[in-house]
């Protein structure tokens, strides 16, 4: 029988707020344990909560950008379960009203266009960690993370391998960090992915049982955890046994999904409204203000830059793989009349291969938008070779300068004056008559003996056009 994989996605995006989602609590990482967490956090007698309006504001941007509908009225609802992490015994989140109804995320998968869609991106807070190391038994709680703001976005059931769930996801990162509302790191924990899966046979309708594998911080454990619960559900309903709806792990040194609880439905909840908590009102004032401080998408720069620069689809899509990236290529083109595909080449080349070496961000890197372009428009002029110019962007990363000074005080410039090479070539083939011969002969081959002494003499500095054509012309006799 074949096998159809169904699959559905739950991302929870920490948002870039500096305050919890219901105090005033700080969000850094990285602090001692249970030094960010107030008297509303750790759920005292007497306390109340109140929403952070700038993670609101984030939702409704999120909204914004997959075009979604915002709702004008939702509210906060209590999500009832036990765990040593949670103190309220609770968890403060939305459900049947919330914050983003729908959306979709479009994307590119091997060339071809998809579009996945959203049920809802919901407002909530986060709970604690549980700590299981170094407590000889026992389990150590730190509540640093209760109550930061999260938006839960939750797609539809409709994408059908694990290379379109990573790429969905990618997508969903790229857009989340493009507009400002999470830093994006997944060691930390700021995006971190639930992925719902179940298989059901080829051209059945009702879906299977799912399985849901919970916090998945990378984009390789994502599709390696997706890949294993598929074989792992196919081989037990093959083998005349049922799936159990439940909640897994993914272990990613044995590459295995682990059972960790039976799966709850929305009713083992008990949602009901926060009776702390009043209705969201959200009204087209604030949407329209938010709208405004959307920045152009990704996939609408990517389109500007392949009808405005003649790039291709795929330099263009390296080009906004985050919004840092884009400014930077954008800065090259307003530094003058470069050629955009070798800025691009010098980018997505030199310049990502040297920052990956360095473990940079392109907004830390030590050559700048303006140094780059300088050192561009020495390649365009002839002043530099590719070989040469490599050997300037090296230095300019590990000292720092002006190029054009550079280049002078180092004697760095190609050599193009015409006079200069044919007194070079002449000197070398008068001392080696028998090459010249042999090229004569019709042995091409003895040409690249000729084009590397003379580059070896002129110290790597030839303009090697000008060279190969100089002397191809004196080698014929010509």
């Not at 005292?44 to 997959?66: S, W």
């Not at 990573?166 to 990162?173: F, I, K």
């Not at 490599?390 to 002078?408: K, N, Y």
Request: aromatic share 8%.
């Amino acid at each position: 029988m074949k096998w159809e994989m169904v699959i559905g996605l739950e991302t929870h995006v920490q948002l870039a707020t500096r305050s919890k989602m219901f105090s005033g609590s700080p969000t850094a990482f990285g602090a001692p344990p249970n030094v960010q967490a107030n008297a509303v956090d750790l759920a005292l007698p007497g306390v109340l909560p109140v929403p952070n309006r700038q993670a609101v504001a984030q939702a409704i941007r999120f909204g914004l950008a997959v075009g979604a509908q915002i709702n004008p009225r939702s509210w906060f609802e209590r999500k009832n379960y036990f765990y040593p992490d949670l103190p309220k015994g609770y968890q403060i989140s939305q459900y049947e009203e919330p914050v983003v109804k729908g959306g979709v995320v479009t994307f590119a998968l091997e060339g071809v266009p998809h579009q996945v869609l959203l049920t809802r991106a919901h407002l909530e807070e986060d709970a604690g960690k549980s700590l299981h190391e170094d407590f000889h038994g026992r389990s150590g709680i730190d509540l640093n993370r209760a109550g930061t703001p999260l938006l839960e976005i939750v797609t539809e059931p409709v994408m059908r391998s694990a290379a379109e769930a990573v790429a969905y996801a990618r997508t969903l990162h790229q857009l989340v960090t493009w507009i400002g509302i999470c830093d994006g790191n997944m060691q930390e924990g700021s995006f971190r992915c639930d992925a719902n899966v179940s298989v059901r046979p080829q051209g059945q309708v009702a879906f299977g049982t799912r399985c849901e594998i919970k916090n998945l911080n990378s984009f390789r454990f994502l599709e390696q955890a997706i890949l294993h619960e598929f074989e792992r559900q196919v081989e037990l309903l093959e083998s005349g046994g049922k799936v159990v709806q439940e909640t897994r792990l993914y272990d990613p040194e044995r590459d295995e999904t682990r059972s960790m609880r039976s799966k709850e439905d929305a009713q083992d909840y008990r949602y009901f409204p926060d009776p702390d908590l009043p209705p969201l009102c959200i009204d087209e004032a604030w949407i329209e203000q938010e709208r405004a401080a959307l920045p152009e998408l990704p996939a609408a720069l990517a389109q500007r830059l392949q009808t405005r620069f003649g790039l291709s689809v795929y330099d263009a899509g390296l080009l906004t793989a985050s919004r840092e990236w884009a400014n930077y290529f954008l800065t090259l083109m307003a530094e003058g009349t470069l050629d955009p595909k070798l800025c691009a080449n010098w980018m997505t080349g030199e310049l990502s291969a040297t920052l990956k070496r360095t473990g940079r961000e392109v907004q830390d890197s030590s050559v700048s938008a303006p140094q780059l372009a300088a050192l561009l428009r020495r390649i365009q002029d002839g002043t530099l070779s590719g070989k040469m110019a490599r050997e300037v962007f090296e230095i300019v990363w590990q000292e720092g300068g002006e190029v054009d000074a550079l280049i002078a005080a180092r004697g760095l410039s190609q050599v193009s004056d015409s006079g200069v090479l044919e007194k070079l070539i002449d000197e070398l083939l008068a001392a080696h008559p028998a090459q010249v011969e042999e090229f004569r002969a019709g042995k091409d081959k003895v040409f690249g003996f000729f084009v590397g002494r003379a580059m070896k003499a002129s110290e790597g500095r030839a303009n090697p056009q000008q060279l190969n054509e100089l002397l191809r012309r004196k080698l014929s006799g010509s």
